[in-house]
């Protein structure tokens, strides 16, 4: 029988880089504080408010760029993605949906039957959503819920 089809597994992977603040606003990034120190008007989507990039997030993003041999864009540009979750206080998130930092790069690996590539098809920049912390009953069901699914 003739091959109809290729298999082609996809992966999203995120990266958080270790900058001191928040990628379109001067909050820091230090993980543990009391809820809602961390924000500004910026963070928040207040009206009026305008995002300025953080330049070393456009750095790192272009060092990791190079690094898996992406082809760095001469022009990006940033989009604004709705969402209505509740960790993330603007209801939308910038991101690089359409023209984003780096495009077709790879990473070779050493495997069983020598190297191989693995493609990426784009790298983009994007802010994160806030973080929701539960009681202990939350997280402990959502643990029981994540391996009752793991391991069907």
């Known amino acids: 029988m003739a091959k109809q089809y290729e298999t ?3 992966l999203e992977v995120h990266i958080e880089l270790a ?12 993980f543990g504080g009391a809820p809602n120190t961390h924000t500004c008007p910026v963070c928040t989507g207040m009206p009026g408010s305008l995002p300025v990039l953080n330049k070393q997030v456009v750095e790192y993003a272009m060092a990791i760029g190079l690094a898996t041999n992406c082809k760095i864009t001469q022009v990006c540009k ?17 991101s690089q949906l359409y023209l984003p930092i780096a495009r077709d790069g790879y990473v070779e690996i050493e495997s069983g039957s ?23 009953w939350m997280i402990l069901h959502l643990s029981i819920i994540t391996e009752a ?3 069907l």
């Not at 900058?19 to 230090?30: M, P, R, Y």
């Not at 191989?116 to 202990?136: F, P, Q, S, W």
């Open 114 to 136: 020598g190297k191989k590539k693995v493609r990426i098809h784009e790298m983009h920049m994007e802010e994160d959503a806030g973080k929701l912390v539960h009681d202990e």
């Open 19 to 30: 900058t001191k603040t928040k990628i379109f606003c001067g909050c820091s990034t230090e």
């Open 8 to 10: 082609v597994i996809g």
């Open 149 to 151: 699914v793991c391991h």
């Open 78 to 94: 940033f989009d604004r993605k709705n969402y209505f979750y509740p960790d993330n206080p603007q209801n939308y998130q910038i």
